[in-house]
T-cell receptor, first 111, second 118 residues
Framework: RKEVEQDPGPFNVPEGATVAFNCTYS??????FFWYRQDCRKEPKLLMS???SGNEDGRFTAQLNRASQYISLLIRDSKLSDSATYLC????????????FGRGTSLIVHP | DTGVSQDPRHKITKRGQNVTFRCDPI?????LYWYRQTLGQGPEFLTY????????KSRLLSDRFSAERPKGSFSTLEIQRTEQGDSAMYLC????????????????FGPGTRLTVL
């Protein structure tokens, strides 16, 4: 089993739709969690951190479920510009905080 | 530009040649990471430095790969006797790390070096 698993998609949604991605992780001692966005042939960029209490940033909401070992990302009112790959990142336990990336979920928002 | 920079952006080489990539992190960042990314996959951790010390290496980092960060600033990644399977995007990232809450400190990525081994 991979440490961090994501459905690669692609998710094809119309503008204005709500879409949700999940990401599961295998190490229950993992300590910090993130969603990164990666545009085609570009470097990943932080979208949002995922805290135990969940967090929201505009149209984006991230949640953590430690009991079931998954994190989620909800995008409301999708825009064409949201088309990208969304990478789930989990930091390993202990002081090294080595980030482990999922393979990413591809989102395509169409008119 | 005060972001992470990488050089070269693209490298085409023949199998068996040696290549070296450079990464210049954000100046105040003490941790520097190298990743490899292939098409359709997320970045895979290769190694990281805290200042000049290389603290961890992935089993993906075969003995043909070596990385240095001699003065705790820029870093180099060298691949000896390149193989076609080494073709990938090599990403560098940096972050500022201290103990405590810094596990949520953001990593900033450079634009990557795309390696093609013919």
């Amino acid at each position: 089993r991979k440490e961090v698993e994501q459905d690669p998609g692609p998710f094809n949604v119309p503008e204005g739709a709500t879409v949700a991605f999940n990401c599961t992780y295998s190490n229950s001692a993992s300590q910090s969690f993130f969603w990164y966005r990666q545009d085609c042939r570009k470097e990943p960029k932080l979208l949002m951190s995922v805290y135990s209490s969940g967090n929201e940033d505009g149209r984006f909401t991230a949640q953590l479920n430690r009991a079931s070992q998954y994190i989620s990302l909800l995008i409301r009112d999708s825009k064409l510009s949201d088309s990208a790959t969304y990478l789930c990142v989990v930091n390993s336990p202990g002081g090294s905080y080595i980030p482990t990336f999922g393979r990413g979920t591809s989102l395509i928002v169409h008119p | 530009d005060t972001g992470v920079s990488q050089d070269p952006r693209h490298k085409i080489t023949k199998r068996g040649q040696n290549v070296t990539f450079r990464c210049d992190p954000i100046s105040e960042h003490n941790r520097l990471y190298w990743y490899r990314q292939t098409l359709g996959q997320g970045p895979e951790f290769l190694t990281y430095f805290q200042n000049e010390a290389q603290l961890e290496k992935s089993r993906l980092l075969s003995d043909r790969f070596s990385a240095e960060r001699p003065k705790g600033s820029f870093s180099t990644l060298e691949i000896q006797r390149t193989e076609q399977g080494d073709s990938a995007m090599y990403l560098c990232a940096s972050r500022y790390w201290t103990s405590g809450e810094s596990s949520y400190n953001e990593q900033f990525f450079g634009p990557g070096t795309r390696l093609t081994v013919l």
